[in-house]
C-alpha cells in the first residue's frame, strides 16, 4: 500500500450559529473508520520541538489542532508528505505502519489525537531503519 493510501484529510461539520462554533466528531464509521479507545492532546510545545517520531504497528489515529497550528510530516520509506493541520474542523486520519513526526506548533497549539487502541509499548517502532525493515518484511 503505497503512503497516499494511508491518510485521509476529513473536514468534520461546523454547526455553529451566533452563539460559537461546534464541531463533532464520531467513531464507529460515522466520521471516522474506528472505535476511539484512547484521547490525548499535546499543547505547550513550541515551533523547534518535534513529537511523535514513531510508527505504531496496529493503532490508527486522527489529529486535529483544535487550537492554532502544527505540521505532521508522514513517511513510509519511500515518499514523505507533510499536512498541515490549521483548521480546527480538520482531521488528519493515519493508518497504522505510517511513520509520523509532529512539528512547528504555534504557541497556542493544542492537538488532539484520537486513537484505535489503547497504549502498548509494544506496538510503537521508534527507530526509523526498524521501521524500514519491517515495511520490507511486510512487503515479502
Same mark, same amino acid.
Do not use: C
Given at each position: 500500500?503505497?503512503? =497516499? ?12 450559529? =451566533? $452563539? @460559537?462554533?461546534?464541531? &463533532? ?9 474506528? !472505535?476511539?479507545? $484512547? ?8 515551533? =523547534?520541538?518535534?513529537?511523535? %517520531?514513531?510508527?505504531?504497528? =496496529? ?29 480546527? $474542523?480538520? @482531521?488528519?486520519?493515519? %493508518?497504522?505502519? &505510517?511513520?509520523?513526526?509532529?512539528? !512547528?506548533?504555534?504557541? !497556542?497549539?493544542?492537538?488532539? &489525537? ?11 517502532? $521508534? ?14
Amino acid at each position: 500500500m503505497n503512503l =497516499e493510501e494511508q491518510y485521509k484529510i476529513i473536514e468534520f461539520a461546523d454547526f455553529g450559529d =451566533e $452563539r @460559537g462554533n461546534l464541531v &463533532v466528531i464520531e467513531g464507529d464509521g460515522m466520521d471516522i473508520p474506528f !472505535d476511539i479507545k $484512547r484521547v490525548f492532546y499535546i499543547y505547550g510545545s513550541d515551533s =523547534e520541538v518535534v513529537r511523535g %517520531s514513531h510508527a505504531n504497528r =496496529e493503532t490508527e489515529f486522527l489529529l486535529v489542532n483544535v487550537s492554532g497550528t502544527s505540521k505532521v510530516r508522514l513517511a513510509d520509506g519511500s515518499k514523505e508528505i507533510i499536512v498541515e493541520l490549521n483548521k480546527p $474542523r480538520m @482531521g488528519l486520519y493515519i %493508518s497504522s505502519m &505510517v511513520w509520523k513526526d509532529m512539528y !512547528d506548533f504555534s504557541k !497556542d497549539s493544542v492537538l488532539l &489525537v484520537l486513537a484505535s487502541r489503547h497504549y502498548d509499548a509494544n506496538e510503537y517502532i $521508534r527507530d526509523f531503519d526498524e521501521y524500514l525493515s519491517e515495511i520490507q518484511k511486510g512487503k515479502k
